[in-house]
């Protein structure tokens, strides 16, 4: 079972408390209809109804512990309204990321399976070319560190041993893979084995079009580091600047309290620090996946 990003619950606790919420998961599960892919992606096996109702049975719990650091920031003179306002952006922005959570795992299945991807092609090159089968070079595969290439693989042996033909397992992965390169691949073998064309020479067409693949995400990933950047520095550094300038200019003429100036430059650091993780994340999604 999937693990729900800011729950205070284990998983089977949260799953039993959240058929409290169906009712409004099935109203909402029209609005996040990709949910449904995206958690086949995962492999989760959990329906989007549940895990929407698991989502907001969580929200509920984590609601009420923003609601408790409201009232214990209420005794530096913060107003109540203010913190409760704060309790509910932060819950809002919580739930949000859990509705993208399966996504981001699918992506790291994804970028699992293609960063190993090229060199686990170029060792079923050499192997083929050295004479060893087929069955063996997906044997061989399926036991080395290519990460998610290696249990795709594994899959792979245990269906063959199960009867199933090579072709037809090819055909399987590509079908329920969610690497699109992976799944080019496993077409263009796969079209091949049903011509009669030389694997060898399928894979090694398969290994340049990826090597091509991976020098253009290259050049695009170079063009967008220069926006982020620019807005890295708008946001990240000059803001909390001008920010700081500005409370210390505006704390003279409202008189604000030591303890409330003192909360004012703390939620100012929390921010900044927010937003420097939130742009090292953008950076870390934005990396070409065909890189390690």
């Given at each position: ?197 030389d694997i ?20 695009r990933y ?58 090292l994340g ?11």
């Amino acid at each position: 079972m999937i693990k729900i990003p800011f729950a205070f619950l284990p998983p089977k606790l949260l799953y039993k408390y959240s058929k409290l919420f169906y009712g409004i998961a099935q109203r909402l599960e029209k609005r996040f209809n990709f949910l449904t892919l995206h958690l086949e992606q995962t492999e989760a096996h959990i329906k989007p109804i549940e895990y929407i109702s698991m989502c907001l049975a969580s929200l509920t719990i984590f609601f009420v512990f923003m609601l408790f650091v409201a009232l214990m920031v209420a005794t530096f003179d913060i107003p109540f309204l203010i913190g409760l306002l704060g309790a509910i952006l932060v819950s809002f922005f919580v739930f949000l990321q859990q509705m993208a959570y399966p996504k981001l795992v699918a992506s790291r299945r994804i970028k699992g399976i293609e960063i190993n991807l090229l060199p686990a092609l170029q060792d079923m090159y050499i192997q083929l070319n050295s004479g060893v089968p087929l069955f063996n070079i997906l044997m061989n595969i399926s036991t080395s560190d290519y990460g998610g290439v290696s249990l795709e693989f594994s899959k792979a042996v245990r269906e063959i041993n199960a009867g199933r033909s090579n072709l037809e397992v090819f055909e399987l992965m590509a079908i329920r893979n969610p690497s699109i390169l992976f799944r080019r691949a496993l077409w263009q073998l796969a079209s091949g084995m049903k011509e009669g064309s030389d694997i060898s020479t399928l894979i090694h067409e398969v290994i340049q079009s990826i090597a091509d693949e991976q020098v253009m995400q290259i050049q695009r990933y170079g063009g967008q580091l220069s926006p982020l950047a620019l807005f890295y520095m708008l946001i990240a550094v000059i803001a909390p600047s001008l920010g700081i300038t500005f409370i210390i200019i505006l704390s003279s003429f409202i008189a604000l309290s030591e303890l409330a100036t003192k909360a004012i430059f703390y939620g100012l650091l929390i921010v900044t620090i927010f937003f420097q993780l939130m742009f090292l994340g953008m950076i870390k999604t934005r990396r070409p996946t065909l890189m390690n």
